[in-house]
């Protein structure tokens, strides 16, 4: 746990999205790296809507969901007071209308229980702290691992969202039944889109969306592979054209289908 708030000499300023946002990091703790950045290419928001973070860390996905989508709401949850503040500062800096609360996602605070949201997304802890080995920087230990389960962080998205919104989380592929079973009890029309590191690679992560009451059947979508070829071969960047255009332009990244999931809920 960081509570202490990081002095110039701890943070480096790093570009994401091509430097579309630029974002504080600490040189040693919680630094963003491809996760976040997928999870907000991946959310359906548009200009006036609401999102909220649970866990929002530095503030990377909500910045680069701000960056790409202009005139979105965004509110960010993190239990760090160094990281609240860190993720504050980002958002400002880049010129991005939101707020970030210092707060559990199991005790949130008042002005966030009395609103709803279009859309919620997350990046929970990808271990459980019984099976997690403690990182060196302990405030990293809070963002790696956790004791709270993957159904009660479902739990509170489902009740923070407004009747149609969506939930998107990203998480390692070895939870994937825990995660569906939470996401299965509280919401509908849920989706599933591994991610691939190569094409001939087990998925690693495993992006998942839900609706607030929706009945949609359940859609398992084709993976997203992440490089070219099977196999590194040579310094230099082998991301697909797709995630490219995501890190470097600060492009969408739709769910495989999506506008034919949305002609069929207009």
Known sequence: MRIEPFGPDELTRDDFLGGIVRLWQPKRGYRAGLDPVLLAASVPASEGDSVLDLGCGGGAALACLAGRVTGIECTGIEMQPAYAELAQRNLTDNGLN??????????????????????????????????ALPPTA?????????????????????????????????????RLPELMSAFYACLGALELWPI????????????????????????????????????????????????????RRGESLPFPGNRRNQSRQS
């Open 138 to 174: 302990p405030d990293r230990a809070v963002s790696r691992s956790g004791e709270l389960p993957l159904a009660k962080w479902v739990s509170v998205a489902s009740k923070r969202l407004e009747p149609g919104g969506t939930a998107t989380f990203i998480q390692r592929a070895e």
């Open 98 to 131: 939101g707020q970030i609360h210092c707060a559990d996602i199991t005790d949130l605070p008042p002005a966030i229980k009395a609103r709803r949201y279009a859309h919620i997304i997350a990046n929970p802890p990808y271990f459980e702290t019984r099976r």
């Open 196 to 247: 691939q590191a190569r094409a001939q690679q087990p998925a690693r992560l495993v992006l998942v969306r839900g609706r607030k009451g929706r009945r949609a059947a359940f859609v398992a979508h084709p993976p997203l592979v992440l490089h070219r070829g099977d196999r590194h071969e040579a310094d230099g960047d082998s991301y697909t054209e797709l995630v490219s255009n995501v890190l």
